[in-house]
C-alpha cells in the first residue's frame, strides 16, 4: 500500500488567499484525522471523520478553517483566507476499527503564509 | 481531555541507552503509542502498549508503563545515530477516536 498521500508537499502563497490541501487515506481505512503541527503548540487535532462524516471539528480555529470528505479516498483542508499565523505543518492520518487506534501519518504538507 | 507532557530534549553517545518520558493525564487510555519523526517526514509508529500491560519489549525498545503514575517511557538500548529524531508519546482519549500528542522529545545521539 501506498499509505497516506499528501499534497502538496509545500505551499507557499501570500496572506488572503484561498488553500486547499488534500489527502488521500489508505484504502479501507474508515477514520481520517487532520493534524497541524506547530512549535508553539505542537500537535493538535483540527477534526476527524468516520465513514467521511465529520465527527469532531472542534479543534479548527476558526471559520476560515474548513474541511470535506465528499468519498472514501480523499478530503480537503481549506483556509480561507489565510493568515500568516496559519503557517505550519499539516499532517493527514487515517485509520480503521480493529488498529488500536494506531494512526498512520502521511509526510505532510509545508505551509507558509507570507 | 486528555494531556500529555514530555521532556522538550535529551542528549546521549552512540551505544548508550536512551530513555524517553511521558505523563499523561486520562487514567481511561486505553492504549499509550510512541511515534517517531525524522526531519521533514511524517510520524512513524514506533511501538505501542496497552494499558493492562507493564512492559512491552520490541527488539532495541522497551515500553514501560506506570499506570498508577500515569507514566510511561521509551527505553532505546544500543542507541545509533540513526536514532536521532523527535520522539512523541500519544495516548488514546476515552470518547474519542483521535490521539492526543505529547510535545516531543527531540533526541541527540553523539557519535
Known amino acids: 500500500d501506498a499509505g497516506v498521500i499528501q499534497s502538496p508537499r509545500h505551499e507557499v502563497t501570500e496572506m488572503g488567499q484561498e488553500v486547499t490541501l488534500r489527502c488521500k487515506p489508505i484504502?479501507?481505512?474508515?477514520?481520517l484525522f487532520w493534524y497541524r503541527q506547530t512549535m508553539m503548540r505542537g500537535l493538535e487535532l483540527l477534526i476527524y471523520?468516520?465513514?467521511?462524516?465529520?465527527?469532531?471539528d472542534s479543534g479548527m480555529p476558526e471559520d476560515r478553517f474548513s474541511a470535506k470528505m465528499p468519498n472514501a479516498s480523499f478530503s480537503t483542508l481549506k483556509i480561507q483566507p489565510s493568515e500568516p499565523r496559519d503557517s505550519a505543518v499539516y499532517f493527514c492520518?487515517?485509520?480503521?476499527?480493529?488498529?488500536?487506534?494506531?494512526?498512520?501519518f502521511g509526510s505532510g504538507t509545508q505551509l507558509s503564509v507570507l | 481531555g486528555e494531556d500529555v507532557e514530555q521532556s522538550l530534549f535529551l542528549s546521549v553517545r552512540e551505544g548508550d541507552s536512551s530513555v524517553i518520558n511521558c505523563t499523561y493525564t486520562d487514567s481511561s487510555s486505553t492504549y499509550l503509542y510512541w511515534y517517531k519523526q525524522e526531519p521533514g517526514a511524517g510520524l512513524q509508529l514506533l511501538t505501542y502498549i496497552f494499558s493492562n500491560m507493564d512492559m512491552k519489549q520490541d527488539q532495541r525498545l522497551t515500553v514501560l508503563l506506570n499506570k498508577k503514575d500515569k507514566h510511561l517511557s521509551l527505553r532505546i538500548a544500543d542507541t545509533q545515530t540513526g536514532d536521532s529524531a523527535i520522539y512523541f508519546c500519544a495516548a488514546s482519549d476515552m470518547g474519542r477516536r483521535a490521539l492526543t500528542f505529547g510535545s516531543g522529545t527531540r533526541l541527540q545521539v553523539q557519535p
Open positions: 471523520f468516520n465513514n467521511n462524516v465529520p465527527i469532531d
Open positions: 484504502s479501507g481505512h474508515d477514520y
Open positions: 492520518a487515517s485509520s480503521f476499527v480493529g488498529s488500536n487506534e494506531k494512526l498512520f
